[in-house]
């Protein structure tokens, strides 16, 4: 099921594992926490890189863990227990998914767990790590079965300080090609208004007559009919899946998570070695720059408050 050292990312070893259930396989690395590749029967429904060390250089977060504060962050810093936090730059004047040394680009120990057909990802991350206070171990366990991918996201820490993650796959179920055909549902009525720099205003707003409008499916092409772009967190509704993605003659995927937002990103900067448009990322997280607005839920994690994001996608 592991595969140790098949490459090696900023001198250091990388693993692969691979678990396989039904018609599905997926490929894992143990840098980033990224998944590979994800196939279902002969197509590849997540874009990726052939050659493992290429993430090491990859600027799109492709298939990674990102954290510890997933999306972008003002400023890159934001008070906690009296005092300002100042996180490394990576995105203009902004952090974005972490920095420029997040949980994207570390490498995990992994393990296998075969009877569960499951792997699992861990990584200690130590007080001041990429600017973050306090000391964080994260654990991602992978599991496959016959109808289901699975992320279940742990992090346990030694002081109170803001974790957000999101799983950052680049979806397309045609297995190439443009994703303008493929259709997508989420319950939510609002959205989360951010300014020209895609960071957070603080405010909602009804997605009512809006691009980010997918309350009843709706082709991306057509959500998306000027091109100018997808690239929102949508306030998730009570009720499940918070979202369905489909795409005429391939699979369903409907994707279960307990966060309250769902960022939608139709890959519109994708660059190359691939193109703008071929992908769309369906991120669970809780609401961007949060740890600046006492109004979004909190995202501060302390010893005896856990985190765990629970993530469950369905193919049908």
Avoid at 128 to 153: C, H, K, N, Q, W
Avoid at 239 to 248: E, I, K, N, R
Wanted: proline share 8%.
């Amino acid at each position: 099921m592991i595969t140790r050292g098949i490459t090696t990312i900023n001198g250091k070893r990388v693993d692969t594992a691979h678990l396989a259930a039904g018609d599905m396989e997926v490929a894992l690395l143990s840098y980033g926490a990224i998944t590979q590749s994800w196939r279902i029967g002969p197509r590849n429904i997540v874009l990726g890189y052939e050659d493992p060390s290429a993430y090491g250089a990859d600027p799109y977060y492709m298939g990674a863990i990102c954290g510890r504060l997933a999306n972008r962050v003002r400023g890159g810093r934001f008070p906690l227990a009296g005092a300002e936090v100042q996180l490394p730059l990576n995105h203009g004047t902004n952090t974005l998914h972490g920095g420029p040394e997040g949980l994207s680009s570390r490498h995990w120990q992994m393990e296998a767990d075969t009877s569960a057909n499951a792997v699992r990802l861990a990584h200690s991350s130590p007080d001041r790590e990429s600017g973050f206070p306090g000391r964080a171990d994260f654990e991602v366990v992978i599991t496959l079965t016959e109808t289901a991918l699975t992320y279940d996201m742990r992090a346990e820490v030694d002081r109170p300080t803001p974790i957000n993650l999101a799983q950052h796959n680049y979806y397309n179920l045609a297995g190439e090609g443009s994703v303008e055909d493929h259709v997508l549902s989420v319950p939510a009525e609002r959205y989360l208004v951010a300014g020209e720099d895609l960071v957070q205003t603080g405010r909602t707003a009804p997605v009512s007559d809006t691009r980010y409008d997918f309350r009843a499916a709706r082709r991306l092409g057509d959500a998306d009919s000027d091109g100018a772009g997808i690239d929102a967190c949508l306030v998730l509704d009570s009720g499940t899946p918070g979202a369905v993605l489909s795409v005429p003659g391939g699979p369903t995927l409907s994707f279960f998570t307990g966060q309250p937002g769902m960022q939608v990103y139709n890959a519109n900067t994708l660059g190359a070695p691939f193109a703008p448009f071929t992908a769309v990322c369906l991120e669970p997280e809780g609401f961007p720059d949060a740890v600046n607005h006492p109004d979004f839920p909190s995202q501060i994690v302390a010893p005896d408050v856990p985190y765990r994001q629970k993530l469950t996608i369905e193919v049908n």
